[in-house]
């Protein structure tokens, strides 16, 4: 159990143009899901704490009009990169939890790797 | 803002030999975890630690939380090439369960 996905696994785009990256938690519903950002041979940078129904919560540093959450139900957070640049370039990956488990316990999907050319 | 430092970087050693990883902080947690990594894919959970002093044991694999709840330590005995990975911990504070990960340690054991 506790299996959470992630589209596409990876994306080629070119400069400029928005990419839409999904996940899903399959065999649970999720509150709260959270979105990373990792560059090579670094550890997870913490992007926003998304929540179903409401707006995310971003984290100091994170443009929030660059890279727009949405949490429309318990099963699927999507995180569009607008406008992305050469620099955007990296890997994605979402996690999805149940809060009302204690400790809370974060599932990780594969992750995203998105390259902008 | 919480800074979960992990030592060493970067450890290469032989199969059969015994490490130990740290991740400090001068921050309390609530709980604390520890994930590996392997290249290209996501962190697959190894342990959440919870209460101050706790040692929990996965195989070869012993954890402990300090007593102070802001710090712990990963020991792996007779590591084996399958061990190999990235070792990340993450800590979330009180009243949270929104989790910051340490730098990172990355393991290599050779055959």
């Known amino acids: 159990g506790a299996v959470v996905s992630q589209h596409p696994s990876w994306v080629i785009c070119k400069s400029g143009t928005s990419v839409k990256i999904e996940c899903r938690s399959l065999?649970?519903?999720?509150?709260?899901m959270f979105w990373y950002r990792q560059f090579p041979k670094q550890s997870l940078m913490l992007m926003a704490t998304s929540n179903e129904g409401s707006k995310a919560t971003y984290e100091q540093g994170v443009e929030k009009d660059k890279f727009l959450i949405n949490h429309a139900s318990l099963t699927l957070s999507t995180l569009t990169v607008t406008s992305a640049h050469p620099e955007d370039s990296s890997f994605y990956i979402c996690?999805?939890?149940?809060?009302?488990?204690?400790?809370?316990?974060?599932?990780f999907g594969p992750g995203t790797r998105l390259t902008v050319t | 803002t919480q800074l979960l430092e992990q030592s060493p970087q970067f450890l290469s050693i032989q199969e059969g030999e015994n490490l130990t990883v740290y991740c400090n902080s001068s921050?309390?947690?609530?709980?604390l975890q520890w994930y590996r990594q392997e290249p290209g894919e996501g962190p697959v959970l190894l342990v959440t630690v919870v209460t101050g002093g706790e040692v929990k044991k996965l195989k070869r694999l012993t954890f402990q939380f300090g007593d102070a709840r802001k710090d712990s330590s990963l020991h792996i005995t007779a590591a084996q090439p399958g061990d190999t990975g990235l070792y990340l911990c993450a800590g979330a504070g009180r009243g949270t369960y929104k989790y910051i990960f340490g730098t990172g340690t990355r393991l290599k054991v050779l055959a």
């Open positions: 996690s999805a939890g149940l809060d009302r488990l204690t400790p809370y316990e974060q599932y």
């Open positions: 921050s309390v947690f609530s709980s």
């Open positions: 065999d649970f519903q999720a509150t709260t």
